[in-house]
């Protein structure tokens, strides 16, 4: 069976339409974000994503329901649902098995946010599968924030006073610790088995550098599999899911997925020293984040 | 790779060939049979801290003193720089080196960073040209015979906030240099020049006047901080910058016409590994292609500028300016994806490689020495256990297949680079830098100090490789 591949990346970093196209490749298999990097079982899982976390089992829901009955529907998200209770005792080693077993032999991808929270999380999933690729992509953290802040603010209450970003929720703060245990992690892999890249690289030409990321990955690269990638709303879990699974992805992709290549044609990428637009103390991006950005090729 | 003879290394100098604070074996040349051999003292603190010219006879197997830098009384302005420079340095933590103070002179300069053999329009034959760091304002020395050197740029006649002059080099019958680190009473940096410039003189005995830009500073691009390395292949001349914000960019010209060059970008954005290839270091003909190592001012970190720790890369520039990264990290880029071929990543898999410090060729191979600050990391980080580490040397006859020809120093833990290298009639020279007492003295928190390192002698030394 072919080895996975992890997108790791903090949210917002373009995950979603990067993964989206590197998923549609057909030699691989893109899954939603199906968020089990942090435990052990299926049990840890589903004890972990309940309540006001719940949304996070939406992706591994999607999936399942697509795999097992073909469509996404409540009946199938429930019914994928009540498969992981009577399986909680399965290790995620036994889950992932299951899924590639139902995909064949595509290689598996997965982009969930949630695997660069922790370190262990990305120990966890070299644990399991010690020869997977992990495409790090990076995203300029002014941008990123932005971006955290607006989608924040689309969920949040109208009737409320504007949201301010505490130091614990600030985005700047989410980005460099995500890329912190990124780069910690990848420290420790072998030369080949990961490969950062900005995405601002590969949307300014994704014919280019989904290219690249092919040959990197061992995959073909004929003009068919690459026109395959510029479509990544042709998976089956672009869209929005069934109300007991809304989601497994960002919503405005999944409202959206087809690539829009003038406006991505344009990304900017402002100065480190530019104004941070959540902040109101006027204050400026911390030097350990300047330091991380410029590490990446900003600034 | 093919076999070939191994290289045996023997010892030809030790302990900074009696200045111990000479620890640094900085510059080579091979003038009128003789190895000549450039060393800096770089604390450049003291009187005695002179840079000196010594060269070898291989026959004899004896050195001599070309040239020892004078004394020269000192005044406010200097003594503020020797302030500045010890502050770059380390002060506090290196205070005990030395016991610092105002010495009332000073050696003209501390150190020959470049050795060149040119022949100017004055020149009556091929003459032995130094570049020289200094507080007073580096300059170049010159010699016709080997025996005696005297300024041909120097304090007062040009820019006295520049420390010295690098890169010397030959190219379509003139001489080029690039100016390297700043010496003023505010700013003391040992590698970054008050501005990124590439000079040439035709005629450099004639002084400072001969002398004339041939670039725009920076290249028009103010990410770079200062050119690190010039070198000439395949009908170019080459400048390797430096920039802490985007990493190094490689320039090249082919020298044509009057007045400021004109210069091509080969490589920008530190071949887009970006500020972890934070400069040039150095550059080296090869088979018909340009070889380009990267490095990082520091132990790994520039401290200065809070980048790194990182580790050196190895690229191979092509005649048409295409590029193969040869060790170093997989990566995209606007010119396809660049896998190592030697299937090594930086630092030839040895994270604390952190410069490529020299290159050479010597009988049709290419040699890279490094600078490897594991030891220095042990010291200061270690848990008592004993030092281990020290310069690398490497092999390759086609820049693809590497072999190790040395490895930790051939045992001695306290040589952390090789510096400098010449490929002569007699073998292979290699110039270490070597610092026993600096690593007494950062071990003393984590007790990593052995007999053996208390009984290593501090300065440079040079070895034979025959």
Known sequence: MPEPIFLIAPGRSYTSLIGGMIGQHPQVYGMPEISVSHADTIGGVLQTLKGPLEYGLAGLLRLLAQLHDGEQTEETVNAARQWLMQRAHWSIAELFAHIQDQVGDKALFDKSPRTVTNYDNMARLLQVFPNASFLHLTRHPITTCKSAMALRNSFADANKPKRRARINLDPENTWRRAQDNITRFTATLPPGQCLRVKAEMILSDPPKYLAQICEWLGLSTEPDALEAMMHPENSPYASIGPPSALYGNDPNFLKNPVLDMSRLQNIAEPSLDSHLPWRDDGGALAPETIRLARQFGYG | ?466
């Not at chain 2, 010890?86 to 506090?92: A, M």
């Open chain 2, 1 to 466: 790779m093919d076999g070939d003879t191994d290289l045996q290394f023997v010892s030809v100098a030790q302990g900074g060939l009696g200045h111990e604070g000479s620890t640094l074996a900085h510059a080579m040349a091979w003038f009128q049979d003789h190895l000549y051999l450039g060393t800096t003292a770089p604390r450049g603190a003291s009187p005695t801290d002179a840079g000196r010219i010594l060269r070898f006879d291989p026959k004899s197997e004896s050195w001599e003193t070309a040239h020892s830098a004078p004394v020269i009384e000192t005044n406010e302005e200097i003594l503020a720089r020797l302030d500045a420079q010890n502050e770059t340095l380390g002060g506090k933590d290196l205070a005990g080196l030395t016991g610092v103070t105002h010495p009332t002179g000073l050696a003209r300069e501390y150190g020959i960073r470049a050795l060149q053999i040119f022949k100017g329009k004055s020149d009556p034959h091929p003459c032995l040209y130094a570049g020289t760091m200094s507080l007073f304002g580096g300059g170049i020395l010159r010699s016709e015979d080997g025996v005696s050197f005297e300024p041909v740029l120097g304090t007062g006649r040009h820019d006295d906030s520049i420390l010295s002059f690098r890169g010397l080099v030959e190219f379509k019958g003139r001489l080029y240099t690039a100016p390297a680190g700043t010496a003023t009473r505010d700013k003391a940096d040992p590698n970054f020049a008050p501005e990124a410039m590439v000079y040439v003189s035709d005629d450099p005995a004639k002084g400072a006047e001969s002398w004339a830009p041939v670039c725009e500073p920076a290249f028009g691009d103010p990410v770079n901080r200062s050119v690190f390395a010039l070198g000439v292949a395949h009908g170019y001349l080459y400048a390797g910058t430096a920039s802490w914000t985007r990493g190094f960019q490689l320039w090249r010209t082919d020298g044509k016409g009057k007045g400021l060059h004109k210069w091509e970008r080969v490589l920008t954005d530190g071949a887009y590994r970006f500020n972890h290839n934070f400069s040039v270091a150095t550059l080296c003909a090869f088979d018909g292609d340009m070889y380009v190592g990267s490095g990082i001012s520091g132990l790994g970190y520039d401290k200065a500028h809070d980048v790194g720790p990182a580790t050196a890369e190895l690229i191979r520039v092509k005649p048409d300016g295409s590029w193969d990264l040869l060790v170093g990290d997989l990566r995209c880029t606007p010119d396809g994806l660049k896998v190592p071929l030697s299937a090594m990543g930086p630092g030839f898999d040895d994270p604390y490689n952190s410069v490529m410090w020299s290159m050479t060729v010597h009988e049709d191979a290419l040699y890279v020495g490094t600078q490897q600050w594991e030891p220095f990391d042990t010291a200061l980080h270690g848990d008592g256990s004993p030092l281990t580490g020290g310069y690398q040397l490497w092999r390759s006859r086609n820049g693809g297949d590497w072999e190790k020809v040395i490895d930790a120093a051939l045992g001695r833990v306290s040589a952390t680079g090789l510096r400098s290298m010449q490929s002569t009639p007699a073998g292979l020279f290699l110039g270490t830098s070597v610092h026993p007492k600096l690593l007494r003295i950062l071990s003393r928190k984590s007790g990593a100090v052995t007999p053996a390192l208390n009984a290593d002698k501090n300065g440079f030394e040079v070895l034979l490789g025959s």
